[in-house]
């Protein structure tokens, strides 16, 4: 069956960095895109980023656009996402999902503060 494992997060200051690793398995993690979502306490699940299944195409939000950056390793079926420059706003849980379909990891939390 589809599982996706999140990893990395933790408590990091303002202006600070982390690396978040989603470890795929139970498909062919090569042939799909794969997206990075958040959600903070009382809000809603948000987009974050997303990563064709080659690697050679990502997108967005504006809010972490120039910060994070979303890359991919098809040999060892994981995605990242480097988030750099830290804000308290980006405090969430974060998922990782096969784009196209409903399938999601169970999150690891981030806490951005000093």
């Known amino acids: 069956q589809v599982q996706l494992v999140e990893s990395g997060g933790g408590l990091v200051q303002p202006g600070g960095s982390l690396r978040l690793s989603c470890a795929a398995s139970?498909?062919?993690?090569?042939?799909?895109?794969m997206s990075w979502y958040r959600q903070a306490p009382g809000k809603e699940r948000e987009f974050v980023a997303r990563i064709s299944s080659a690697g050679e195409s990502t997108n967005y939000a504006d809010s972490v656009k120039g910060r994070f950056t979303i890359s991919r390793d098809n040999a060892k079926n994981t995605v990242y996402l480097h988030m750099n420059s830290l804000k308290p706003e980006d405090t969430a849980v974060y998922y990782c999902?096969?784009?196209?379909?409903?399938?999601w990891g169970q999150g690891t939390q981030v806490t951005v503060s000093s």
């Open positions: 999902k096969r784009t196209t379909a409903d399938y």
């Open positions: 139970g498909f062919a993690f090569s042939r799909y895109s």
